[in-house]
Structures are given as C-alpha cells and as structure tokens.
C-alpha cells in the first residue's frame, strides 16, 4: 500500500484549516480588487514581474502574507519569510548576504517580514542598504500605520498598499470553497463525513470574524471537528454548537434583513426621546451582533442633523468626531466613541426644525417653477453681464449700519417665504432671538428714505 494517503492525511490533520485552504494563485485570491483586479497597478507589475520593495498595510486576516507568497511564485523569486518577533540584526545580516549570492546568480529574493512595525530602528536600518542597491525586493507586512511605524527612510523607498477586512459575503464565500474542497478542505466525506450546515450559520461565523478570513476558518473548523457525527454518519453544526465554539451567545441579526431595520429604527427613535440607556442598549447590541461601526456612524450623524440640529450645534461636531474616531482606532475602541456620541445626541436639548425647513424646501422646488435667479443677485464679471443689468441694485450689506438691507433674495414668487422657524430648545432659543432682531432690522431699513 502506498504511503503517500497516509502522509497526506496526517499532514492535514497537523495543519490549520486556513493555512490549507491558503490561496496559491491570484485566481484564488478573494478581496482587494482595488489593488488586484484585473489592469489595476499591482495586478500588472505582478504579472510583468515588476515588482519592488512595498508594505502591505491591513487588519488581520485580510491575505497580507497569502499575497506575499504569490508574489514570491509569480514571479519566480526566491521567498524568505522574516518574524520580526523572532528576528535580530545578527539573522538580518546572515539573510542579506545570502540574498546578495543569489543576486550574483540572477535569481531574485523577496524577503517578507511579518509584523514589520514590531521592528525596532535599528532592526530596520539593517534592511536599508539591500534595499537600496536592490539586492531584495522587501514585502512587510503590518496592521500598523506605517506612517508611525516605520522608519522614514524604510517608507521612501516602498510602496504602501492598504489591504481592506474582507466584507461577510466574501468570507462566506470562502467558508464554502472551504467545505467543497476535499483535497485541502472540509470536502472529504472518507474523513469528516456529511458537514451540514446552514446558510444563516456561515453568515453568523463571518459576521464574527470581522472581516478576518484565518478567523472565520479556524470557527469553522473548530465547529466540524467538535460536531459528534449522527447514527449516518453526517456531522450537524447546530447554533448552540456554535455558541459553545464562540463561547459567546450568537446574537439574532441579519444585516440585510428585517431585524436590521428594526435595530436601527429602535436607535433613532430612542435617542430621539432622549433615553440614553436605551440608546445605548441598541447600539451595542447592533454592534455587538457584527453590524458595521461606519453604518452607525452614519446613521449617528443623520441623528445629529435630524433631531437636534441647531438646538445644540455640538451634536453635529461631536457624531462626526466618532465617526473618524472609530474608522482611525478600528473594534473594539472605537465603539466608545459611538457610544459617546449616541448618549450625547440623546442628552441634547430636540429640534427637528432645519429638519422641517428642508423638507418645505423640497416641496417648493418640486412643486413651483424653477424661477431664474434674480438680476441684482448676479455676479457682472463681464462688461456684457453688467451691461444686461447683472448686479444692479444689489446692497452690500456692511455697507449699513444695521449689517442688513431689505434687499429681497428669494425668487418673485416666494417672497416673505419662511422655512426655518427655530424652536425654544437650546441654543435654537438664541437663534431665534438673532432672527427676531434681524427682522427688525430689515424692517427698520425699510422705513429709511431710499437715497
């Protein structure tokens, strides 16, 4: 009997789900289109074999080192993988020099270093000199900004490509490639029997990975092998079992669904209430459930605009800090930023007022004409323009000294049309003193003699 199966088998048993189903070629590769889809940049130096040195900057489990090694195939390099964990300047040195004799027999070193940012400067100053006569092409990859982990002159002479989380559809899509494949995957029924497992469930595992595909493996696998297989032999992956993989609860939530809208409606209308408990309660519990932090952000935005517009201007300020706040810092520190911002949008004094005006606005424009803009509003850049009547009557109002004319700047038939009518609430209750007395103003002006 050959022992070549045996071999096989134990050596897939040994290796980790993710690193059997790594990809091999670009073809396998899922994610990053805008860095690998066909006639995009990197695609095209990879298929000349034109690469040089480049950082690869991303989250976790995004096909950083995967890209890496097809780098190193396609383009007939050799590949020398670095831990910068493990790595001094004595192993650099050893490396380089190595490179540099294979240089010397025209075969190219792509030398990867993982975790590059846990390099320190004088680790990678060690690289410098290769770099720059071009004795190896450098690959590090990092989930750091390398803008603030590596050295600047390591940066001046690489390429940093941001890789993005890869989104749950793609993750799923993996899942499954994963369960079909019987030589390197779940697909050998001979050794893990009939996998059952519904659609919804490699949803949840996906939505848990966060956009980390080693993730998403590793549950996946971890579930089937924890599956007991049933009297036909077929192993069922069941919610609890999941649950029990997670050790978390599996809370219910399809982003695309029903209970995503309600989730969200929940948010909104109980910041709009101006609970900040239950604001709270919703917001986690969406993302807690997986749903994508920018969403919230968004939607925490429209809040500010919506129900507390300019009773309190800060909450506008405030929801788009959050929003940069959780984009820059990622999961989980990010989410207090969110979550500060929703207790404050529900604290702040309520005013759905701009939000009232705008729509009147839109109903005018939908339902009257489009009048032109009116003559005395028109820039004269031109002598033509000018002599047409552009500009003619127009009032500069710093010219007066009540800082306003009675100047009319709505089209003929909406004039005197009032949308914005600011509420008592908060700071809307000095607004609207400040519209009060430019009214007054206005009127004042026009009981002045015209010169």
């Not at 050959?2 to 096989?8: E, W």
């Not at 520190?333 to 969110?338: F, I, P, Q, S, T």
Request: charged residues 30%; glycine residues 6%; hydrophobic residues 40%.
């Amino acid at each position: 009997m050959s022992l070549f199966p045996t071999a096989t088998r134990e050596r897939k048993e040994s290796t980790p789900l993710a690193d059997r189903m790594r990809p091999r070629t670009l073809e396998e590769f899922v994610g990053q289109e805008h860095l690998l889809a066909p006639g995009k940049p990197l695609r095209t130096q990879i298929e000349r074999d034109e690469i040089g040195s480049m950082i690869l900057w991303g989250p976790p489990g995004c096909g950083k080192t995967t890209l890496a090694r097809i780098i190193a195939h396609m383009t007939r390099s050799e590949f020398i993988p670095f831990s910068a964990v493990l790595s001094g300047i004595a192993e650099i040195r050893k490396v380089m020099e190595r490179a540099e004799r294979s240089r010397e027999l025209g075969r190219r070193t792509i030398v990867f270093v993982d975790e590059v940012h846990r390099f320190n400067k004088a680790q990678q100053d060690a690289f410098l000199p290769w770099v720059e006569r071009g004795s190896i092409v450098l690959i590090g990859a990092t989930t750091e900004n390398p803008s603030f982990e590596v050295i600047g002159p390591l940066l001046s002479r690489t390429k940093v490509y941001m890789l993005q989380a890869l989104e749950p559809e793609l993750l799923v899509a993996l899942l499954r490639r994963a369960l079909g494949d019987a030589e390197r995957g779940l697909g050998d029924r001979s050794e893990y029997g009939e996998i059952v497992i519904d659609e919804d469930l490699l949803r949840r595992i996906a939505v848990y990975a966060n956009g980390d595909a080693r993730a998403a493996y590793n549950t996946l696998e971890a579930a089937v092998l924890g599956a007991t297989p049933d009297t036909a032999g077929r192993r069922v992956i069941t919610l609890e079992l999941l649950e029990d993989v997670l050790q978390r609860k599996v809370l219910h939530y399809d982003k695309a669904g029903e209970e995503h809208f309600n989730l969200i409606s929940a948010l909104h209308k109980s910041v709009r209430n101006s609970d900040p408990d239950a604001a709270l309660y919703w917001l986690a519990r969406m993302l807690e459930s997986g749903e994508d932090p920018l969403y919230l952000a968004r939607r925490l935005v429209r809040m500010a605009s919506e129900d507390v517009g300019l009773a309190d201007p800060g909450a506008l300020r405030i929801a788009v800090a959050a929003m940069q706040a959780a984009d820059f810092i990622g999961r989980p520190e990010g989410d207090l930023a969110l979550a500060e911002a929703a207790v404050y949008l529900a604290l702040a004094p309520k005013s759905n007022a701009l939000y009232t005006a705008y729509g009147a606005v839109q109903k005018d424009l939908a339902e009257t004409e489009a009048e032109p803009v009116p003559l005395h509003l028109r820039n004269p850049v031109t002598p033509l323009m000018k002599e047409a009547g552009y500009g003619r009557g127009y009032q500069y109002a710093h010219d007066f000294e009540e800082k306003t004319t009675d100047m009319p700047c709505l089209p003929e038939s909406l004039r005197g049309r009032r949308y914005y009518e600011p509420t008592a609430e908060g700071y809307e209750a000095i607004i609207r003193k400040r519209i009060e007395e430019w009214l007054r103003r206005k009127a004042l002006r026009r009981e002045q003699p015209k010169p």
